[in-house]
């Protein structure tokens, strides 16, 4: 019954979402974003509370399942809650304040302040996606077939990643003028791999 309710409920959103595109309605699509902002700050807390967390693998209706519990649960109901609350936040910026530069997501990322918030922000939602993998065990993924060896690769892969992120972003954050000599390195290298 649960299920057939999320059904009818995401097709509802759905189609709402739909309308306000096509009509550019933004009150609409600030309504259908920021109720799944809300829905996924709600599940992210049940999982905290509860410390169970089945997490869907694909976007069907019949989805295998991830099965976490204890501590594994808890950081992936962090991940809801802080992903929600982005959602929120942006829903809300863009609607309250569609033309004021300091709430527009395209400012915010134009600078090395905005740019390395987001890359810290981003970063630590990614390491702890390989830290619940690494600390999950292999019974959390037995519905979706993981293989072991794949939990715990991507498990590091992810952790180290995420890592790499945040730090990049706190350099950013703490020296801006690293964005251009960055972009700059990148550029160049770019280059050097193009010309061979």
């Known amino acids: 019954m649960k299920n057939k309710l ?3 409920l995401m097709l509802a959103g759905l189609g709402i979402a739909y309308i306000g595109i096509k009509f550019r309605n933004p009150i609409v699509i600030a309504f259908v974003l920021g109720g799944l902002g809300l829905f ?3 599940s992210g807390i049940q999982m905290i509370i509860t ?3 089945d997490v869907p693998t694909s976007d069907n209706f019949d989805a295998h399942k991830e099965r976490h519990t204890g501590f594994a649960a808890q ?3 962090i991940l809801f809650v802080v992903f929600g609350i982005i959602i929120v936040f942006i829903t809300l910026a ?5 033309k004021t530069p300091l709430f527009q997501i395209e400012h915010l990322l134009e600078n090395s ?3 390395g918030i987001f890359l810290v922000i981003a970063g630590a939602l990614v390491m702890i996606f390989g830290i619940i993998r690494l600390i999950a065990g292999n019974v959390a993924y037995q519905e979706t ?3 072991p060896f794949e939990r715990v690769a991507g498990g590091i892969y992810f952790s180290l990643f995420g890592l ?3 730090g990049v972003g706190i350099w950013l954050i703490l020296s801006p003028s690293t964005l251009k000599a960055l972009f700059q390195y990148l550029i160049s290298l770019i280059g050097r791999l193009i010309a061979g």
């Open 6 to 8: 999320f059904i009818w």
């Open 40 to 42: 996924s700050i709600f």
């Open 51 to 53: 410390k169970r967390a």
């Open 75 to 77: 950081l992936y109901g």
């Open 94 to 98: 863009e609607w309250l304040f569609p």
């Open 113 to 115: 302040l905005g740019i």
């Open 145 to 147: 077939g993981l293989a």
């Open 164 to 166: 790499g992120l945040l």
